[in-house]
């Protein structure tokens, strides 16, 4: 199976394109049994209202702006790892307790560790938007991703805030997922905010060093 990365020359239809099918049952999978496995179905919507919106823009602008099979891999991963946290709450993750007992940590971290990837996994798929399809210069394949991925993360904290404190108060605490930290808000973007600084660092320095060229606009296979 071909595997496609953002300067690849072609674009393969969704029909014959088994990684992206691949990506979309494993998904699916996992979606379905965080919604099976919850206890908490009103958080669990609330959780994935975001996660609805994406994927629906995401399968409606397919055919006009179709991203690389790594970019959607990132994304695929991103978004197991938000679901897989929605299906027990961020706060009561197990993994999370299992990283707090072994590594002796003070609270359940799992929320962190899915900030940090919101910035550092999505940071490609932006690049290879802005690059390859919105034909921004090359410059702003640095600063957008570092800059959408703040102001998202931000909005995303204030959008928290609205539907735990005014609409779902009765499921604030498990929503919001600060587990008494009065810093949370302010760690969750800075952290998302690290994981696109490291990206996009590491997806510059690769292409600087191995002299790899900047994806352009190709058509579909």
């Known amino acids: 199976m071909k595997f496609t990365v953002d300067i690849t020359p072609y674009r393969i239809s969704f029909k014959s394109n088994y990684w992206l099918q ?8 996992i979606w379905l ?20 919106i994406f994927i629906t823009v995401v399968v409606f602008t397919y ?6 099979d790594l970019s959607y891999l990132l ?15 961020y706060s009561e993750n197990p993994f999370g307790y299992w990283l707090k007992e072994h590594l002796h940590t003070a609270r359940n ?4 560790i899915v900030h940090f990837s919101f910035g550092f996994l999505l940071a490609y798929p ?13 410059w702003t394949s640095w600063i957008l991703p570092i800059q959408i991925t703040m102001s998202v993360g931000a909005l995303y904290e204030l959008i928290e805030w609205t539907v735990a404190d005014v609409f779902f108060k009765a499921q604030g605490d498990a ?17 998302a905010f690290s994981g696109s600084v490291l990206a996009t660092t590491i997806i510059s320095l690769i ?14 296979q």
């Not at 971290?109 to 962190?112: A, C, E, M, P």
């Not at 932006?126 to 090359?138: A, G, I, V």
């Not at 292409?207 to 579909?220: D, L, S, T, V």
């Open 175 to 191: 929503y919001l997922g600060s587990q008494g930290d009065m810093w949370d808000a302010q760690k969750d973007i800075f952290l």
């Open 126 to 138: 932006l690049r290879e938007l802005f690059l390859k399809w919105l034909k921004f210069p090359l």
């Open 63 to 68: 055919r006009n702006y179709q991203f690389s």
């Open 75 to 89: 994304i695929c991963i991103y978004f197991c790892m938000h679901v897989y946290g929605a299906k027990y709450t």
């Open 109 to 112: 971290h799992y929320d962190r």
């Open 22 to 29: 691949l990506f979309c049952v494993v998904f699916m999978l």
């Open 33 to 52: 049994n965080s919604f099976l496995g919850t206890t908490d179905k009103a958080n669990w919507f609330l959780e994935n209202t975001l996660v609805f």
């Open 207 to 220: 292409k600087f060093f191995f002299n790899i060229r900047e994806p352009q606009a190709m058509p579909q």
